[in-house]
């Protein structure tokens, strides 16, 4: 099986390099609106916006920035499939702005945005962010009553284009081997994920800069493998419209999907190829570990007595599931990549237990 994966250098605002209906998967971590290191970004896009918080016009800044963000949307339901799902990861904001502190809500605006253009919300996603301070306030210290709350966590806001959920030709083979274990499921759509980091373990950092790096809204590797792992087929194409460091491309390599990325700063672009050369060796960690940590789960199951049975056997794999379904799961692993035109063509085999 091979996969192709292009990136364009452009502006997400008007991508006239995607086909209209040609993904079926979006996933991406926008700029956050209000987030001081995005000031600059937005200004550019629009300079009414840099106006705004010199005025200390909090609110009006706020709205301009999500315009800019609407542009990308717009486009969003133009090359999404009727059916396709749309994950968002977006934080909220805390800032003082004219010397008041406040919230402002990224994620609800972004809920809005896409429910107006006729995106159907689904259950949504906290996950828990690393913090290296310890502190868990701000204001006042430990005296009541203005303290304010710390933001530790951020929304993955999940939608569906359209009223329809996307359909299949009964006992679809792509869609039965991208199966997911009975217990990674229950892991997985959870609506609280306290376990991203260290899931899987992380590509090698590249030489970028860290003022690139900071600014490219780059979240863990295990958030886009899950969710291209959990909404997408083998086959599909996986979209991200704001590319940055490349993790959505390097977990829908890893996940044996197609993808595209549109980028506006060319300079992630060459900082990528650093971590190409270490997909086929990471891909392979990765599946393997998620083969051998079913097997754990099995070992567990046999030794409680309320454990949930393992009734039926994979068909690729010398191990029980728990489900039919489950047994025609087959994971694939990165083999060999070539460059293309706007980016690279991976190969895959199926993950083959004892082979190195």
């Known amino acids: 099986m091979e996969t192709t994966h292009r990136v364009f250098v452009g502006d997400s605002r008007t991508l006239e390099t995607i086909d209209d209906d040609s993904v079926e998967l979006v996933v991406t971590s926008p700029p956050y609106p209000m987030i001081e290191m995005w000031d600059d970004l937005f200004t550019e896009l629009d300079p009414d916006i840099g106006e705004a918080l010199d005025d200390g016009d909090g609110r009006r800044a706020f709205d301009a920035m999500h315009a800019q963000l609407d542009r990308v949307w717009d486009e969003l339901e133009r090359v999404l499939v009727d059916g396709g799902i749309a994950c968002i990861n977006v934080g909220d904001a805390t800032r003082s702005v004219d010397g008041s502190f406040r919230v402002f809500p990224n994620h609800a605006r972004v809920l809005e945005a896409f ?60 869609r039965y081997e991208a199966a997911y274990f009975w217990e990674e499921r229950n892991r997985w759509f959870s609506d609280v994920w306290t376990d991203v980091q260290g899931e899987l373990q992380a590509l090698p950092e590249t030489d970028a800069s860290d003022d690139r790096r900071e600014r490219s809204a780059a979240y863990p590797f295990e958030i886009p493998y899950r969710l291209i792992s959990m909404y997408s087929t083998y086959g599909d194409t996986v979209f991200d419209p704001f590319w940055g460091t490349g993790t959505t491309t390097l977990a829908a390599m890893c996940a044996g999907r197609h993808s595209l990325g549109n980028e506006l700063e060319p300079a992630f672009l060459d900082d990528f190829e650093d971590r190409v050369e270490n997909v086929p060796s990471f891909s392979r960690s990765v599946a393997r570990t998620r083969l051998e940590r079913h097997r754990e789960f099995v070992e567990r199951q046999r030794h409680r007595a309320d454990g949930t049975a393992c009734s039926y056997d994979a068909v690729h794999y010398e ?31 199926p993950v083959v237990p004892g082979e190195n």
Do not use: C, Q
């Open 115 to 174: 429910e107006t253009r006729g995106f159907d919300p689904l259950p949504d996603v906290l996950w828990r962010k690393p913090t290296n301070s310890a502190a868990k306030f701000m204001g006042s210290g430990t005296l009541p009553p203005n303290a304010y709350v710390t933001l530790e966590h951020e929304f993955i806001l999940l939608f569906r284009n359209g009223g329809d959920s996307r359909e299949f030709e009964p006992g679809a083979d792509r």
């Open 319 to 349: 191990t029980p599931v728990v489900t039919k379904m489950e047994r025609e799961l087959l994971l694939r692993e990165v083999t060999g990549i070539e460059s293309i035109e706007n980016g690279y063509r991976a190969v895959h085999e």
